[in-house]
């Protein structure tokens, strides 16, 4: 078959996921405009044909159309196709997809999680290298504990706040895209 993908409609605008044999390649996230999206995903899957989905994709689809509504949706058992990616990459993908919603962690958590506290820079790679946006949540492992900018990883501090706030996992805050940007806007000064 090879490596098919779709732009898929979401409410945060049009996403993209490309699928293989073996399960989902990669997601990748609304840009500002479908072809900075779909420039980005074939950057990755140069060779991918879009197709129609087929009825499995088409509900993993509709499940993160969900979860980007900020609603509950399970995003855990989509299969993901990590054959070629570093052992040290799929290690820490699957710890990252253990974290629940509406909870984060620290990079230096999730470091002393794999045993070895020296590597928060090489995690922080990893997580910026990350294909499957949302399905591998790397928008819920934090540089420190309630900092939510960073290096930017799959849209940056703005797209982490909003999926955040949607999870419930900045406190006292809304699920509204104005909470979330008034969660990551610099505090104004006094004249």
């Known amino acids: 078959m090879g490596v098919a993908y779709?732009?898929?409609d979401t409410a945060v605008g049009?996403?993209?996921?490309?699928w293989g044999q073996n399960g989902v390649l990669g997601v990748q996230l609304a840009d500002v405009r479908e072809i900075e999206t779909r420039r980005r995903l074939l950057r990755q899957f140069p060779e991918a044909r879009e197709l129609p989905p087929p009825a499995d994709v088409q509900y993993f689809i509709d499940s993160i159309g969900i979860a980007l509504r900020g609603q509950f949706a399970e995003l855990s058992d989509i299969p993901l196709d990590m054959s070629d990616l570093s052992p040290f990459d799929c290690r820490?993908?699957?710890m990252v997809r253990r974290i629940p919603r509406g909870e984060t962690r620290t990079r230096a958590e999730i470091a002393t999680q794999v045993g070895s506290p020296g590597i928060v820079h090489s995690l922080a790679q990893a997580l910026a290298r990350n294909p499957f946006?949302?399905?591998v949540p790397c928008h819920r492992v934090l540089e420190s504990a309630g900092r939510i900018d960073g290096i930017p990883t799959n849209g940056g501090a703005m797209t982490r706040a909003r999926l955040l706030s949607l999870e419930g996992a900045l406190?006292?805050?809304g699920s509204t895209l104005f909470?979330?940007?008034l969660s990551v806007a610099p505090p104004r000064q006094a004249h």
């Open 6 to 8: 779709t732009v898929f």
């Open 14 to 18: 049009r996403c993209a996921i490309a």
């Open 92 to 94: 820490i993908y699957e």
């Open 133 to 135: 946006a949302l399905v």
């Open 171 to 173: 406190p006292s805050r």
């Open 179 to 181: 909470d979330a940007l």
